[in-house]
């Protein structure tokens, strides 16, 4: 058998100095596990305008539909703030989760004990913390229409529309059981069923999928405006929250600022199953380029190798193996080793992005 293939974006900023370690980490498990991986490298946004004139060349596309796993690191900076929009280093990001359909959008929000005391909230609240938030990323409000802004009567409307297809929601709410049975086998959905009917369908059709597809899972519905408040209230009595695409979008944010720092964050985003069985994925750092900490080395790598963590269990099956990455990172923070992101002005010492590379790969 071939073996799994993987596309690796690093793109702007930060994102070539996170992907140089998480390189590293690839190049222990060739070594030193017996996992290959046939990994080829190109380039996404700002790195890819200034070679070929586009934020994403047709042949890196091509290449991004063919693989596996794609795994991004990050794009955009300053450089390229007054370019057209057509031409925007984030268009190449969107143009890889438009053509992927990449409809379904995991964002963990783990704790390290390590760094319980890094939240904004209390420790005993959050220690051991670990949650995933599947939110819908292809269609609803943000894409429904009508849209726009019109003019009645004497003055303005903007207009939305909040519109969901039941296959949509269907697509979204597999792709969360799926990944509930891998984990704490729960799904609490939200959405507002009590005033849109959106979410009366949304939760409709959630229950049908569960009842015929997945009745082993733990199901249980909340508004999402109660899950907001229970999310900062008691977020452990949650395992996968299943949501739609602007409340996923304010619900995954929130429960990032549960964890600590945007340096810890890693995110997916998978689409269908192809032919293989496996569904299209694209693993990329919640954090963008930082272009004020580009060059100093000092980011920090753990969201990077944490998203490959994701790719090794949700596009490799190597559930174990993903494990063990996560161990090591947990015990080089156990360790007290921290990039200046992760400490305040008085903690001592920050490691740079290449001396916490180091220390995974020796954890
Ligand atoms: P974008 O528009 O690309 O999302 P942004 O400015 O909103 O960019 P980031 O680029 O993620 O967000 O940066 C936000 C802040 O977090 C910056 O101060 C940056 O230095 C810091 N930051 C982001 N990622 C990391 C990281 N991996 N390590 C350390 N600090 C980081
Ligand atoms: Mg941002």
């Avoid at 031409?87 to 890889?96: D, F, Q, Y």
């Avoid at 799926?178 to 729960?186: I, M, P, S, V």
Wanted: include cysteine; charged fraction near 25%.
């Amino acid at each position: 058998m071939s073996n799994p293939s993987l596309l690796i974006l690093p793109g702007d900023g930060i994102g070539p100095e996170v992907m140089a370690q998480v390189k590293r980490i690839i190049d222990w498990f060739g070594a030193n596990r017996d996992l290959g991986f046939d990994v080829s490298e190109d380039l996404v946004g700002g790195a890819a305008y200034d070679k070929h004139g586009t934020p994403l060349h047709d042949d890196t596309m091509a290449k991004a539909l063919e693989v596996d796993a794609v795994l991004l690191g990050a794009v955009g900076g300053p450089k390229y703030d007054d370019l057209d929009f057509s031409v925007k280093p984030e268009r190449g990001l969107l143009r890889l989760r438009k053509e992927m359909d990449l409809f379904s959008n995991l964002r963990p929000a783990q704790c390290f004990d390590a760094l319980a005391d890094f939240s904004s909230l209390k420790k005993d609240i959050v220690a051991g913390l670990d949650i995933m938030i599947v939110r819908e990323l292809t269609s609803g409000v943000y894409f429904g229409e009508p849209r726009g802004i019109i003019e009645e009567g004497n003055e303005r409307v903007g207009i939305n529309t909040q519109r969901y297809t039941e296959s949509e929601i269907a697509r979204v709410a597999r792709s969360a059981f799926e990944l509930a049975r891998r984990r704490g086998n729960k799904v609490c959905s939200m959405e507002k069923a009590n005033v849109m009917e959106s979410g009366i369908l949304w939760r409709d059709v959630v229950m049908e999928i569960h009842q015929a597809e997945y009745a082993d899972v733990e199901l249980s519905h909340m508004y999402a405006d109660n899950g907001a408040m229970q999310l900062v209230r008691a977020p452990k009595q949650f395992d996968v929250i299943l949501t739609d695409n602007l409340f996923g979008d304010i619900l995954s944010d929130c429960a990032a600022m549960l964890t600590g720092s945007l340096g810890m964050l890693p995110s997916a985003s998978l689409g269908a199953p192809a032919a293989n069985g496996r569904p299209k994925a694209l693993y990329e750092p919640v954090h963008g380029s930082a272009p004020d900490i580009t060059g100093q080395g000092k980011a920090n790598p753990i969201a990077c190798t944490l998203s490959f963590a994701m790719a090794l269990r949700y596009s490799f099956d190597q559930g174990d193996e993903a494990t063990r990455l996560e161990q090591a990172v947990e015990k080089v923070l156990a360790d007290g080793v921290r990039t200046a992101d992760l400490m305040g002005p008085e903690d001592g010492t920050p490691v740079s992005t290449t001396g916490m590379g180091d220390a995974i790969l020796a954890a």
